[in-house]
């Protein structure tokens, strides 16, 4: 399989069972139109009006080169979903809090407590899940644990004695625990970003850019906008962090559609690592984005390509789905198997209860046991672990499937009441996503 | 060559020490809710 694309005067070529990446001129882009399924004798008389014989010719040359390599239209490497090492958890989000400090329209926790009552995890329950998570890491040795909420940093406190209980049994254990914060930043001060630049291997802060994109959607209890709250906050905490991880992390809706303006204000704010992304809602919310948006948001990501690239030498700034990784990026069992949500990634909640991801928790029917009784809902789980390439038909003869594992399942299952069904919306911004960023990478 | 310019050679259908499970879990690292693994990291060393 292939996939070929024009974007930014440039042209294209990928094979899509490598991985491989090619940058084509015009002719070969429209000789692929027809070669190889037609021969080269029909080829040249339908292009030869447009181009040289000679040039055809050799551009054909050079095709048959690369299939006789194996490095187009490559052979599709059979593999199944019985991974190495797949069921094993390495990843936790846990949910210290289920409570929060501001309201955002599109919060699908309803408002931080996800649709059951304000609580704060205690101390017992968040050692026991860094136990449960020791305990069923079996051949893994990185493990990470998000620090999520509601706001985690209602219950700091924890978060510390957390840290502290992780660093004494990784050792113990052969274990390496990278712990990431998720905060609104509200309650960001010199004293706890010390402590997050210190321990928190990535922090993930919440701005959605513009200061009427944000205070459109998120706002205090007293419905002030946080923008005027956060901002200071935010540039405290990255300018003390050095070149540790962290992401501005903004989601988009249908009420900021042109939200290349929004990336932009954040990178013009000094910010150097930003992350804006589609809303996850059900269809029927009125900032949910719909297939009339796309052709906007199609040209939105191909004007923030552009515009990454002239930054580039002079201000750049990493916008998180332009990174790719051609040379070093993962395997194919990888790929196949997407997310991970329910079997090598879940979340717990502030009592205990375990959850196939952050985004399932307070849906019972996706509860998948608790701290106490393990994984007991296993017709979950094999669920979860089925929503792979495998087993997603939509993803067959996607070009995109191997960039993009298969895409959110809570999305899928929000549009689509199907995990195994992705969401067409989230797809196609995925396929211009990954168009963008290769042809970033293609100029580099 | 001259009209095909290779940015990277593909790789992926070389299965031989792969799936270690070392590397990082998508969600965990910006997106929360959109999902890419292209973006990931190979950390098999």
């Not at chain 1, 069923?136 to 998000?146: A, P, T, V, W, Y």
């Not at chain 1, 709250?229 to 540039?235: A, Q, R, S």
């Not at chain 2, 499970?21 to 959109?34: F, I, L, M, R, V």
Request: proline share 2%; charged share 30%.
């Amino acid at each position: 399989m292939i996939h070929k694309y024009k974007l930014n005067d440039k042209f294209i070529l990928l094979d899509i069972n490598s991985g491989g990446v090619f940058k084509i001129d015009e002719i070969t882009y429209d000789i692929l139109d027809h070669y190889p399924e037609k021969d080269r004798n029909t080829v040249t008389k339908l292009l030869q009006s447009k181009y040289k014989v000679l040039d055809i010719g050799q551009s054909i040359d050079e095709i048959d080169t690369l299939i006789s390599s194996d490095e187009l239209f490559s052979e599709q490497e059979s593999i199944t979903y019985d991974f190495k090492n797949n069921t094993s958890i390495k990843a936790m989000c846990l949910h210290v809090s289920h409570d929060c400090n501001i309201r955002c329209k599109y919060c699908f926790a309803s408002q931080g407590n996800f649709q059951g009552e304000k609580l704060l995890m205690d101390e017992e329950t968040g050692k026991a899940a860094i136990d449960f998570l020791i305990y069923n890491s079996i051949g893994r040795r990185n493990l990470e644990i998000d620090f999520f909420g509601g706001e985690p940093l209602l219950n700091f406190a924890l978060i510390k004695k957390l840290v502290n209980y992780a660093r004494d049994k990784e050792v113990q254990h052969n274990k390496n625990f990278r712990f990431t914060i998720t905060t609104n930043a509200l309650l960001l001060n010199d004293e706890n970003i010390e402590y997050i630049n210190d321990n928190m291997d990535n922090v993930v802060l919440s701005i959605d850019g513009r200061k009427e994109t944000n205070d459109n959607m998120r706002y205090t209890i007293n419905n002030q906008g946080t923008y005027d709250i956060i901002i200071d906050n935010l540039k405290n905490l990255v300018n003390k962090r050095g070149d540790k991880d962290y992401y501005l992390r903004g989601t988009f809706t249908k009420f900021n559609l042109d939200f290349s303006n929004d990336v932009l204000h954040l990178a013009d704010c000094g910010f150097d690592k930003i992350s804006v992304e589609p809303v996850v809602a059900k269809p029927d919310m009125d900032y949910a984005l719909c297939k009339e948006d796309l052709p906007k948001l199609f040209d939105e990501y191909e004007k923030l390509s552009i515009q990454y690239l002239k930054r580039k030498k002079d201000n750049p700034f990493n916008f998180f789905h332009f990174n790719i990784d051609l040379d070093h990026g993962p395997c194919l069992y990888k790929r196949v198997s997407g997310c991970g949500a329910g079997n090598d990634y879940i979340a717990i909640t502030p009592l205990g209860d375990i959850y196939p991801c952050h985004q399932f928790v307070g849906d019972e029917k996706f509860k998948l046991g608790s701290l106490e009784t393990g994984i007991i809902n296993k017709d979950i789980k094999d669920q979860f672990y089925k929503a792979n390439l495998v087993e997603k038909t939509k993803c067959t003869d996607c070009w995109a499937k191997y960039y993009c594992g298969g895409g959110c399942l809570a999305n899928a299952y929000n549009t689509n009441l199907d995990i195994l069904s992705p969401d067409e919306v989230g797809c196609e911004l995925e396929k211009k996503r990954l168009e963008c960023a290769i042809m970033i990478q293609t100029e580099q | 060559m001259k009209h095909i310019i290779k940015i990277n050679k593909g790789t992926l259908n070389n299965l031989e020490k792969k799936g270690c499970g070392e590397c990082q879990t998508s969600c965990q690292s910006a997106c929360k809710t959109s999902c890419t693994v292209g973006n990931q990291k190979c950390e098999n060393k």
